[in-house]
C-alpha cells in the first residue's frame, strides 16, 4: 500500500479579550510581578467570561482553521479535542463542537492527556488519515482552566490563562508533514498534578467543596523536574525516529508552561533562540492549547516556511508526554 503523507492544512487559534495582569494578582494574593515575571516569565493571562464554555472558544477556533484550510464542515471526517476543562464530564466537547460547526458527517470524541493532549490528539488524528479511513481529520486543543483555579492559591493561580487553536489535518505531499512522534506516560506520578474532586473517586459534595477539591492542585518542583527531563528525551527520540540530525531542526514550538523549562531545553538542544516561539508571557500555560496558539502565531509571523522541520514538544498532567516532527507542507509566504 502507499504511503500516505499527511500534513496540517489549515490552523487558527483564538483567545479571550479579557486580561489578568500580574499586577491584578497581587492584589488578589500574596505575589508580585516581579516573582511571577522571574519564577515564570509570565506577564498577563486571558481569561473567559463567566458564560463561556470550553466548546465556545473550540468552536471559534476551528472555524478559523477551517476557513484558512478551505474546507466545509460537512467534510469533516473526525474531530478531536483535546482539553482537561471540556463543557461538561460527557458529552464530549468534541460533539458539542460537531453540533456547533454543522460537521453532521463527523465523528467526535475528546482526549485528555493534559497539556500534551494536542500532541497526542494530531498523533491520533494522523493516524486515521495515513491508514485510510479518513481524509480530514480536525483537532483542537481547548481550555478554560480559570474555571478550575483557586484564585486564592498563589502557588497555581499565577500560571494559567484560557484559549483554543485547531489545525485541519489532510494527506500532503510525498515526504512532507508529519515525520515522526512519540507519546508517553508515567501514571505512578500522576498525583502531582491533579484536579482531585469531579470525578468518580471524589463525586462533586458540600465535602468536595469545602475541601476544593474541585480546583487544580500542583507540586510544582516535581512537574518542573520532570518536564525539563522529559522535554529532551521526547525531543532526541523523535529526531532519531525522523532520521534527522539535532542541527536540522529548523524551529521549535514547546509547551508554554514556563521560561526556565523552554530555557533548559534550549540549552540542552543548543538551539538558539531565534529558533524557539515563545508566548507565554502574553497567554500563561493554556495546557492543550498552548501549543496550536503558539503554533497559529509562529505561522502569521512568518517563522516556518515550506520544508522546515518543526518540533513540537509537550508534558503535563497524567504525567504524560508528547513529541512530534512536522517537515512543513504549506508555503506560508516569507
Ligand atoms: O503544564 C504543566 C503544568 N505545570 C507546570 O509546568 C509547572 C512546573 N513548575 C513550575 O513552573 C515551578 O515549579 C513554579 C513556577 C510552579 C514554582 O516555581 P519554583 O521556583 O519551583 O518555586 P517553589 O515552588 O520552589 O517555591 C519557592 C517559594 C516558596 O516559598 P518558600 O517555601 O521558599 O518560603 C513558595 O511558597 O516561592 C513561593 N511562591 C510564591 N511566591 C510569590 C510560590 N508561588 C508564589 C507566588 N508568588 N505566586
Known amino acids: 500500500m502507499k504511503k500516505i503523507y499527511v500534513g ?4 487558527g487559534s483564538y483567545v479571550p479579550d479579557k486580561v489578568i495582569t500580574n499586577f491584578d494578582l497581587s492584589k488578589m494574593v500574596d ?38 484550510g478551505k474546507t466545509n464542515p460537512e467534510d469533516i471526517d473526525l474531530i478531536i479535542v483535546a482539553t482537561v476543562t471540556g463543557d461538561h464530564a460527557f458529552p464530549s466537547t468534541a460533539c458539542i463542537v460537531q453540533k456547533n460547526l454543522g460537521a453532521t458527517k463527523a465523528a467526535a470524541f475528546d482526549i485528555n492527556a493534559g497539556c500534551s493532549g494536542f500532541v497526542y490528539s494530531l ?9 485510510g479511513a479518513y481524509k480530514k481529520v480536525l483537532v483542537i486543543g481547548a481550555e478554560t482552566l480559570s474555571k478550575i483555579t483557586d484564585w486564592e492559591d498563589r502557588n497555581t493561580c499565577v500560571l494559567f490563562g484560557d484559549g483554543a487553536g485547531a489545525c485541519l489535518l489532510e ?3 510525498e515526504g512532507l508533514g508529519i515525520l515522526s512522534s512519540e507519546l508517553g506516560s508515567k ?10 474532586g469531579g470525578g468518580s473517586r471524589h463525586p462533586a459534595s458540600e465535602d ?29 527520540n523523535v529526531i532519531e525516529k525522523a532520521n534527522l540530525k539535532l542541527e536540522e531542526l529548523d524551529f521549535l514550538v514547546p509547551h508554554q508552561a514556563n521560561i526556565r523549562i523552554i530555557a533548559a531545553a ?3 538542544l543548543n538551539l538558539g533562540k531565534d529558533k524557539v516561539y515563545i508566548n507565554l ?28 522541520n518543526v518540533l513540537l514538544v509537550a508534558f503535563g498532567a497524567g504525567l504524560t508526554w508528547a513529541s512530534m516532527i512536522i517537515k512543513w507542507n504549506r508555503e506560508e509566504g516569507k
Open 266 to 268: 534550549e540549552k540542552r
Open 123 to 131: 498523533d491520533i488524528g494522523q493516524r486515521f488519515i495515513s491508514t
Open 171 to 173: 494527506e500532503t505531499e
Open 31 to 68: 505575589t508580585s510581578n516581579e516573582w511571577i515575571v522571574d519564577r515564570t516569565g509570565i506577564e498577563e493571562r486571558r481569561v473567559v467570561e463567566d458564560n463561556i464554555a470550553a466548546s465556545d472558544i473550540a468552536t471559534i477556533a476551528a472555524k478559523r482553521a477551517l476557513e484558512d
Open 208 to 236: 468536595t467543596i469545602a475541601n476544593k477539591l474541585h480546583y487544580i492542585k500542583m507540586d510544582g518542583r516535581e512537574v518542573f523536574k520532570f518536564a525539563v527531563r522529559v522535554m529532551e528525551k521526547a525531543t532526541i
Open 281 to 308: 508571557n502574553k497567554y500563561g500555560n493554556m495546557s492543550s492549547a498552548s501549543i496550536p496558539v503558539a503554533l497559529d502565531e509562529a505561522i502569521k509571523a512568518k517563522k516556518i516556511n515550506k520544508g522546515d
Open 8 to 11: 496540517i492544512s489549515g490552523i
Open 187 to 196: 501514571g505512578q506520578d500522576g498525583e502531582v498534578l491533579i484536579q482531585p
